[in-house]
């Protein structure tokens, strides 16, 4: 039986989809760090080793690609840098625990379901 998730950048969230057999990434990564974290979802099991298939749409990914792989391969990952102020972050995850304690994932007061969202947003542009 084969099984696929099909996906964005999930797979650099840190959601556990399980052990992958491959990852199949249409063009490149834009950063090495993008493509350990979306490779170290496969080769988890014993016996298995790290999968990742490129399939470049266009013709300047290939180059892209190589660069990146050359760039991984002498263990190059670009520095992690922390936003000054994460107000928005810290904002979202006590909104999200508020939402969850009242058993509620519409908001608060909110008739059309968008009161957590609506907040968030709204914090987000300030």
Known sequence: MTCAIVS??????????GDLDRVTQIDAPRSVASFFQRLGRTGRRPGTTRNCLFLAIQRHEVAWTAALLLLWSRRFVEPVTAPPEPRHTWLNSCWLYA??????????????????????AAQNRS
Not at 8 to 15: A, M, N, P, V
Not at 99 to 120: L, V
């Open 8 to 17: 964005t950048s999930t797979l650099e969230l840190g959601i556990d989809v």
């Open 99 to 120: 939402c969850r304690r009242t058993g509620s994932d519409r908001g608060f007061g909110s008739k059309d379901g968008t009161g957590c969202r609506r907040s968030i």
